[in-house]
Nanobody
Protein backbone atom coordinates (compact mmCIF):
# COMPACT_ATOMS: atom_id res chain seq x y z
CA UNK A 1 0.00 0.00 0.00
CA UNK A 2 1.45 3.32 -1.08
CA UNK A 3 1.72 5.91 1.66
CA UNK A 4 3.05 9.46 1.66
CA UNK A 5 3.62 11.27 4.96
CA UNK A 6 4.52 14.94 5.02
CA UNK A 7 6.34 16.71 7.84
CA UNK A 8 8.14 19.97 8.52
CA UNK A 9 5.31 22.44 8.38
CA UNK A 10 4.82 25.11 11.00
CA UNK A 11 4.73 28.82 11.74
CA UNK A 12 7.45 31.05 10.35
CA UNK A 13 7.92 34.78 9.91
CA UNK A 14 8.00 36.37 6.49
CA UNK A 15 11.47 36.10 4.99
CA UNK A 16 12.20 32.89 6.83
CA UNK A 17 12.75 29.36 5.61
CA UNK A 18 11.23 25.92 6.08
CA UNK A 19 12.06 22.48 4.73
CA UNK A 20 9.23 20.07 4.11
CA UNK A 21 9.79 16.34 3.91
CA UNK A 22 7.66 13.58 2.42
CA UNK A 23 8.39 9.98 3.37
CA UNK A 24 7.25 7.45 0.77
CA UNK A 25 6.52 3.76 1.33
CA UNK A 26 4.85 0.90 -0.52
CA UNK A 27 6.43 1.53 -3.91
CA UNK A 28 9.76 1.44 -5.70
CA UNK A 29 10.73 5.04 -5.06
CA UNK A 30 12.86 5.70 -8.12
CA UNK A 31 10.26 4.77 -10.75
CA UNK A 32 7.91 7.61 -9.91
CA UNK A 33 7.69 11.34 -10.32
CA UNK A 34 6.92 13.48 -7.29
CA UNK A 35 5.44 16.85 -6.60
CA UNK A 36 4.40 19.36 -4.01
CA UNK A 37 1.09 21.13 -4.27
CA UNK A 38 -0.60 23.58 -1.93
CA UNK A 39 -4.07 24.75 -1.10
CA UNK A 40 -4.82 27.98 0.69
CA UNK A 41 -8.19 28.60 2.38
CA UNK A 42 -10.86 29.30 -0.21
CA UNK A 43 -8.54 28.59 -3.13
CA UNK A 44 -7.94 25.69 -5.47
CA UNK A 45 -5.01 23.36 -5.05
CA UNK A 46 -2.07 24.59 -7.10
CA UNK A 47 1.24 23.26 -8.30
CA UNK A 48 4.29 24.23 -6.27
CA UNK A 49 7.00 22.01 -7.74
CA UNK A 50 7.43 18.68 -9.51
CA UNK A 51 10.41 16.44 -10.15
CA UNK A 52 10.54 13.64 -12.71
CA UNK A 53 12.23 10.25 -12.52
CA UNK A 54 15.20 11.71 -14.34
CA UNK A 55 15.48 14.68 -12.00
CA UNK A 56 13.97 17.38 -14.18
CA UNK A 57 12.11 19.99 -12.17
CA UNK A 58 9.34 22.48 -12.76
CA UNK A 59 8.00 25.18 -10.46
CA UNK A 60 4.92 27.30 -10.11
CA UNK A 61 5.54 30.89 -11.15
CA UNK A 62 4.95 32.25 -7.65
CA UNK A 63 7.71 30.13 -6.08
CA UNK A 64 10.40 30.13 -8.77
CA UNK A 65 13.82 31.09 -7.44
CA UNK A 66 12.60 30.69 -3.83
CA UNK A 67 11.67 27.01 -3.52
CA UNK A 68 13.67 23.91 -4.43
CA UNK A 69 12.37 20.35 -4.80
CA UNK A 70 14.70 17.39 -4.35
CA UNK A 71 14.67 13.69 -3.60
CA UNK A 72 16.76 11.19 -1.67
CA UNK A 73 16.28 7.80 -3.30
CA UNK A 74 18.08 5.94 -0.52
CA UNK A 75 15.85 7.41 2.17
CA UNK A 76 12.72 7.39 -0.05
CA UNK A 77 12.04 11.01 0.71
CA UNK A 78 10.99 14.08 -1.21
CA UNK A 79 11.96 17.53 0.05
CA UNK A 80 10.81 21.07 -0.52
CA UNK A 81 13.21 23.77 0.61
CA UNK A 82 11.30 27.02 0.96
CA UNK A 83 13.21 30.28 1.31
CA UNK A 84 12.15 33.91 1.45
CA UNK A 85 8.70 32.89 2.57
CA UNK A 86 5.82 35.30 2.13
CA UNK A 87 2.44 35.46 3.87
CA UNK A 88 0.83 34.37 0.60
CA UNK A 89 2.73 31.09 0.85
CA UNK A 90 0.46 30.16 3.75
CA UNK A 91 -1.34 26.93 2.80
CA UNK A 92 -1.58 23.22 3.39
CA UNK A 93 1.21 21.58 1.39
CA UNK A 94 0.60 18.16 -0.12
CA UNK A 95 3.06 15.61 -1.41
CA UNK A 96 2.09 13.78 -4.60
CA UNK A 97 3.36 10.64 -6.33
CA UNK A 98 2.67 9.85 -9.98
CA UNK A 99 3.93 7.04 -12.14
CA UNK A 100 4.27 8.27 -15.74
CA UNK A 101 3.43 4.83 -17.15
CA UNK A 102 0.52 3.94 -14.87
CA UNK A 103 -2.21 6.54 -14.37
CA UNK A 104 -3.60 4.56 -11.44
CA UNK A 105 -0.43 5.36 -9.54
CA UNK A 106 -1.47 8.81 -8.34
CA UNK A 107 -1.30 9.22 -4.58
CA UNK A 108 -1.47 12.08 -2.11
CA UNK A 109 -0.35 12.65 1.42
CA UNK A 110 -2.61 14.21 4.03
CA UNK A 111 -0.75 17.50 3.97
CA UNK A 112 1.23 19.71 6.32
CA UNK A 113 0.26 23.26 7.26
CA UNK A 114 2.64 26.13 6.59
CA UNK A 115 1.76 29.49 8.11
CA UNK A 116 3.80 32.57 7.27
CA UNK A 117 3.24 35.58 9.49
CA UNK A 118 3.83 39.15 8.34
Amino acid sequence: QVQLVESGGGLVQAGGSLRLSCSVSGTIFSINGYGWYRQAPGKQRELVAVITRSGSTNYGDSVKDRFTISTDNAKKQVFLQMNSLKPEDTAVYYCNLRNPFNSAMNFWGKGTLVTVSS
